[in-house]
Each structure stands twice: as C-alpha cells, then as structure tokens.
C-alpha cells in the first residue's frame, strides 16, 4: 500500500475526491507518523488528534453526500502557533500564554477549515517569532529531520520540520524577516512569504505588525502555490490586507512546471554574492543559476545598494514594534499571572509576570525597542530605521523596473549545530541577511530547495514586486521541474 504520509498534498486531495483513500485514513496515517517520529523532532508543541479526526470525517461525509471538494480537502496541516485556533492551545511558543485557548480562529485558519484541510496541530516555533533556531522555544527546540543535532530554522521551524519529517503535507508559517524562507531553505523545503497585506494577520499574534505575513509552507512549489490560494486574499477584519483579487499563484506555479523561462529576465543582487555566505551555499547557488539559464531565463547582476543596512534597519523597527505590540501581555488579561497573592500592586504583578513569562530573547527586543522608540533617540534611531526602510524599497522599485524578479541564496549557511549560535545574538541575526530586505519592502519572496551543502540542503531565494507572486511560483516550479526535491535519511 502507498505510504499516504510521502505523498503531495495534490496526490492526497486526489486520492480522497475519488475515493481511493479516506481523508480518515490519511490523518490517521499522519497521526501515526506524528506518534513514531515527535520524541526525535519535537515539531509540534500540541498534536490536536480528536479535532483532526473530527474534520477528516466531516471531508468524508460532504464527499459521501456527492458534495464536491475542493483541491485540498482531505489534507492535512500543521499550523504555526502564532494562530489564534479556536478552543486549541495557543502558546506563541511563549510560558506567557501557556495554557491560553483563544475564543477565536484567524482568518487563515477559518480559511483552512472551509477548505476541507486537517488541521493536526500547532507547531513549535521561537517565542513570538523572535528567533532563527527555534532555540528561543519556551517549550524547547525542535530538530531538523536531515541531521538531528541541528536546527531546524526558526522561528517557524516546527512547521518546516513537520513536513521535511513527513509528519503533515502542508504547513503554515508567518514571516516577520525569514521565518518562513529560513526554514525552508534548511529543511530542504519549500516556503513562501506573501506579499504583506496579502494574507490576513487576523489572529495571528502580533511581532511587528508592519512586517509580520502568514504564508505556506510545502514540499513541492505546486502545493505551497495551492496552500497559498487557499489562505490568501482580501480580509476586511484586517486593516492592512490588500482589497484586490490575488495573483493567480497556481496557474503559475503549473506554468513553471513545464520548465521554460524564455523572456524571463533574473537579476541577482551583487550585494549578496560573496557577503558572508559559506562556499558550499554558493556553490549550489550557482549551479542553480545555470539551471535556470538553461530553462531559457536571462540573468544580469542588479545592485541594490541599500541592502546591506537591512539587518540594522530591521532590528529596530522590529524590536520598536514588539515592545509596543507586547504591551498587551500585563498578566491581566491573558495567559500567566504570578505573584497575585492579594499583597502586592498591579505593577508588582505585572513585572512578575513578564518577569517569569518571556523568556531572554524577547526581554532584549522589548528594551531595544523601548530604547529606539524613547523620546531622546526616536529620531536617531527608530526615525533613521525608517528611512533606511525607504531607500530598500526604492532599491527594489529600480531593480523591478530592469528585471522580473531577484534571485538570492535563501540564507548565507545551511542548518548549524543546535546551541551553536545561542551565545551571540549576532550570529542569530545574521540567519536573515539575505530575507529581511523584501519584509522591509512587502513584497513576495519564496525559498526552494537548490541543492545540498556538505550533505544539508540549500535554498534558493526568489523575491518579486508586491502582489506579483505570481512571478516567483514561476520562477521557483521552474527550479524545481530541474533540480527535483530532496528528501532527508530516514528517519
Ligand atoms: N529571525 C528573525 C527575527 O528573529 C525573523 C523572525 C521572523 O521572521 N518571525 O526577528
């Protein structure tokens, strides 16, 4: 019998609209692969295993009723736990919420759920998104299935370790400057960060709300494209989503599958060849840039000169608006309360609580943040921050008017040993050097699988004008139709 949980989420929604296997039987399968492999990969931080077999009976009976289905009903997915799921544990990989079970589901997952997906569970990730590892878990690392002792990306690395580890087809992430490219790129997997406003942040706890997207996270370009139509589009109950019909990113994604990119014009950016990335993640970057030139594309080297204040830049605005955004957490009116004893004053509870709640990382964002945005510095440096961000959007408006899209590795080095960049919040930073300008432009970006690197695989980088998405399925199905996916030793 076909192993269910090896195959695409478009194999799996075929399968169940003919009835070849059961949307039952393949949460089952999946929920068996959850229980063989998590004590080795620690993907999800809450396995919803009533509430999955709950929706996959629901698919099977519209389908048994002759209702029709759409393309990914009957599919599994493992959603982010920065998702706000309706009476499901949402933790934000934070002690600060544990326990918490919002009255509400985002948008994104009210989407999946009218789909017909399966939603399995929540998955791991760095508290409030803050992270490159998922070290910065309050509930521990996950592990990446290619070499256990490694990283899995972060923050979203639960979601991406999930489907390198066969647990679940489909994921969610959300990407705030990498957390769904970086990921991807180590996990030899695919995922896709939207253009900002494209998909909904209603219920998706906030980081940095100028920056944060939700968006797919895949095995193969086609099914990210697929989870991605599914998730994206217009939502009024966020002031930011885009009222504007989407790019149609399945039909693009199925245009690049036939491997032609003739009058496809790449730009790499100079600015990211030969700054910090390790030989092999080049080596496999340029072996990738010939396949593309192959399949017809024409590449020309762009310079964006601005790129290299992204990091900077980024971790400013990101932090100024996480310290204002975790406000909210007083220990009042979500999740943890310490020290309410009856004695002490508000104030005390609340340093108490914010105190025990968060956890290193995010306390070193939240006084950077407080810092930039204090009435003595905003200019000098949240204000300053701000420009920068101007001036990569202009960078990115000029090269859009010589190319179609820009091409980059995903990240500048593959998956590193779990604890060996712990000790130097820098060397964190630096896992998004090559992500964060398009988070601080808003415009679309897709890491795909290119190669591998001493054995670990390398992402590929292909980021387009805001709300052409539609570009970089293209882009990237044409990658993939040459270099194919990789799959990772057995577990
Ligand atoms: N690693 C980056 C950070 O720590 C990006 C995180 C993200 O995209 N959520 O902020």
């Known amino acids: 019998m076909t192993d269910l949980t090896k195959l695409t989420a478009v194999e799996i929604a075929g399968l169940v609209a003919g009835g070849e296997t059961s949307a039952v039987e393949v949460t089952r399968a999946h929920l068996d692969r959850i229980a063989a492999v998590e004590g080795r990969v620690h993907a999800f931080l809450h396995v919803d295993t009533e509430g999955a077999l709950a929706a996959a009976r629901a698919v099977d009976e519209r389908r048994a009723a002759g209702e029709e289905l759409g393309p990914l009903a009957g599919v599994p997915v493992a959603v982010k ?57 309050a509930y521990g690392p996950s592990h990446n299935p290619w070499d256990l002792d490694r990283i899995p990306g972060g923050s979203g690395g639960g979601s991406a370790a999930a489907i390198a580890a066969y647990e679940a087809p ?19 997997t695919v995922g896709a960060k939207p253009t900002y406003g494209g998909t909904s942040r209603y219920g998706l706890v906030a980081f940095s709300s100028s920056l944060d997207t939700p968006g797919p996270c895949a095995r193969t370009v086609l099914d990210a494209a697929l989870l991605h139509a599914a998730i994206g589009g217009h939502d009024p109950r966020d002031s930011t989503s885009i009222p504007q019909p989407m790019p149609d990113v399945v039909a693009a994604a199925r245009l690049g599958a036939t491997g032609d990119l003739t009058g496809v014009k790449l730009g790499i950016v100079s600015e990211f060849v030969g700054e910090g990335a ?53 220990g009042v009116r979500f999740g943890l309360r310490v020290g309410d004893d009856g004695n002490r004053s508000l104030e005390e509870v609340m340093s108490l609580t914010r105190e025990a709640g968060f956890g290193p990382e995010v306390k070193r964002r939240i006084m950077l943040g407080t810092y930039a945005l204090s009435s003595g510095y905003y200019d000098a440096y949240y204000g300053q921050a701000q420009k920068v961000r101007t001036l990569i959007t202009r960078d990115f408006t000029a090269a859009f008017e010589q190319v ?52 670990l695989p390398v992402g590929l980088q292909v980021m387009a004008p805001t709300m052409a998405d539609d570009r970089m399925y293209r882009v990237a199905a044409a990658l993939e139709s040459a270099v194919g996916t990789f799959t990772p030793p057995a577990l």
């Open 278 to 330: 390790e030989p092999g993640v080049m080596a496999a970057f340029h072996e990738s840039v010939d396949a593309l030139t192959k399949l017809g594309a024409e590449i020309v080297e762009v310079s964006c000169p601005h790129f290299k204040y992204a990091l900077p830049a980024y971790y400013l605005i990101a932090p100024s608006e996480c310290s204002s955004n975790l406000a909210r957490y007083d």
């Open 170 to 188: 489909l994921a969610i992430g959300s990407d705030t400057g990498g957390s769904i490219r970086q990921p991807g790129a180590v996990t030899g």
């Open 404 to 455: 179609d899209a820009l091409i980059s590795p995903t990240t500048p080095f593959v998956a590193f040993p779990i604890g060996a960049r712990t000790a130097d919040p820098y060397q964190m930073y630096l896992a998004d050097l090559f992500t964060i300008p398009t988070n601080l432009y808003g415009g679309p970006g897709i890491s795909v699988p290119c190669g591998l690197s001493e054995g």
């Open 81 to 137: 736990d920065v998702l706000t799921t309706k009476g499901v544990p949402t933790t934000v990989g934070s002690k600060i919420l544990e326990g918490w079970r919002p009255p509400y589901d985002a948008t994104i997952v009210q989407r999946l759920r009218a789909a017909g997906t399966v939603m399995l569970g929540k998955t791991n990730m760095d508290e409030f998104a803050m992270g490159s590892s998922t070290e910065y878990s």
